[in-house]
């Protein structure tokens, strides 16, 4: 998950392959330089020169020589016939049932791991603060019918464990961390999980680095059994999607998009500091979800950006349910750390004693009320950083933009994606008429059938 395990070492220097080495020491025979599958070896339409120079090739021997062609009967490599044994695709469980742990066969390697992280508890229903009525106790049920337990980040763990294995012998010395809401605590039973290979802690260019990157990472999942469907997605983050046959999960990975790394670790500490978080912020994706406003490729609200508004929520009520924790804790969240010792400092961050007293119920309705009626959408810029609104500039992050949320690190909107009046309307339309319902009935299934409430699928 954390795949650092000596953290005393000093920085490591990323090596890539070139377009040569790879069609001449892996032999990628289906792979062309566009992406494009065709038959026999691959020849190069014209010479090629490696544009990113700081990055030199290192050819690994431990890679099988058949790489790159169908394994044959006769085939004697013993340690890859055991392994398509191991990850041959388990039937397809049913509905509303985890795919079972025990045919995972593999192994995490040494790192600091779950166990080093600063631990996120897995709530029983009679120890969550601030219940008391009908709509907290929904919400309770909820989050703890659907939070995301200790054996599903195994899986995903040991899934990120094997991948990283394999992408190192194309990539040496790179790294590979999960991160999003599979590791932050606010994901589900069945949360899909992100992925992000470290090459340099330097910026990359997402339009042509990294999808180079990611194109030569496609075609290596080609090749592995208990990988499904990998696919080339060119955003602005681009990424590969995939399926691990094994657990069943589906992946997002992305290299060098490090401040997800930051963010994660950074959303987990506010998860951990108060109990009421990590249920708030479940119900109001499932929320979103239900009502379409939870996807930014359709121009609405992505989860990070909804996670972030419920902390802005909880940092500006008259008693604050949560701090701003780079405020409170600088040292801890410094947006220069080397990576390694990012999942380190959460540990230094001590639960926040709140004065407000208020139940989930409450908390509930005052979320859907503040952005139905308080909060000004035409001025206003929702900063977890400041714990406070900013006043909306004319810098192009920001112009001409309708719903405006800080990044905390590198201070982009990470609402961009509504981009459009009629999506921003709808929003807007959805927090006032769910408040109004939830305000006159205090009944969470008024805003969320129970069926969709129940079902714990999403990010």
């Known amino acids: 998950m954390f795949p650092n395990s000596n953290l005393g070492r000093p920085p490591f220097s990323p090596a890539l392959l ?17 992406g494009t599958i065709v038959t026999g070896v691959v020849t190069p ?41 191991r990850f041959q695709s388990p039937p397809t469980p049913t509905s509303g049932r985890s795919v079972p742990f025990l045919v995972d066969h593999r192994n995490s390697v040494p790192s600091p791991g779950i166990s080093s992280l600063l631990p996120l508890t897995d709530y029983p229903q009679n120890s969550l603060k601030g219940t008391g009525d009908k709509l907290s106790q929904q919400i309770v049920d909820l989050f703890c019918n659907c939070q995301q337990q200790s054996i599903d980040l195994e899986k995903k763990d040991l899934c990120r464990t094997q991948i990283q294995r394999e992408i190192q012998r194309l990539f040496p010395q790179t790294r590979l961390y999960l991160v999003g809401s599979s590791l932050n605590g606010f994901g589900t039973r069945y949360s899909d999980a992100d992925l992000c290979l470290v090459l340099k802690e330097m910026p990359m260019n997402q339009r042509s680095e990294a999808c180079h990157i990611l194109g030569l990472i496609q075609q290596l999942f080609y090749r592995l059994s208990y990988i499904d469907r990998p696919q080339l997605i060119r955003a602005k983050v681009p990424i590969v ?15 060098n998009n490090v401040v997800g790394i930051r963010n994660t670790f950074l ?40 996670v972030l508004m419920v902390l802005h929520y909880l940092q500006t009520l008259p008693e604050p349910v949560v701090p ?11 947006p220069t750390m080397q990576l390694q010792f ?37 001025n206003s810029i929702i900063s977890i950083r400041e714990a406070k609104v900013i006043p909306k500039t004319n810098e192009m992050e920001w112009k001409n933009k309708y719903i405006c949320v800080e990044e905390p690190y590198d201070r982009t909107n990470t609402a961009r994606a509504v981009h459009e009046k009629c999506k921003f309307d709808m929003i807007k339309k959805e927090f006032v008429q769910s408040w109004h319902k939830l305000k006159e009935k205090r009944d ?16």
């Open 45 to 85: 339409q014209s010479p090629y020169v490696w544009p990113f120079s700081n990055l030199c090739p290192v050819f690994s021997p431990a890679l099988p020589s058949n790489l790159g062609r169908k394994r044959r009967s006769d085939d004697q490599s013993s340690p890859y016939e055991v392994k398509r044994q």
């Open 342 to 378: 990012v999942h380190r400092r959460g540990s230094n961050i001590s639960p926040y004693s709140s004065l407000n007293n208020s139940n989930l119920g409450d908390l509930l309705v005052g979320f859907l009320r503040y952005y139905a009626t308080e909060f000004d959408w035409s």
């Open 444 to 459: 969470l299934f008024s805003i969320l059938p129970e069926a969709a409430a129940t079902e714990c699928r999403g990010r």
């Open 324 to 334: 701003s924790l780079q405020k409170e804790y600088p040292e801890c969240f410094e």
């Open 267 to 306: 959303l987990r500490s506010y998860a951990s500091t108060e109990s009421r978080v990590r249920p708030l912020v479940l119900v109001v994706k499932k929320w979103a979800h239900y009502h379409g406003i939870n996807d930014a490729s359709r121009g609405t609200l992505n989860s990070y950006s909804l």
């Open 18 to 34: 070139s377009q040569q080495q790879i069609i001449n020491a892996h032999n990628f025979r289906n792979a062309t330089l566009s």
């Open 241 to 255: 999607k995939f399926r691990d046959k094994v657990s069943g999960v589906e992946f997002d990975l992305n290299v």
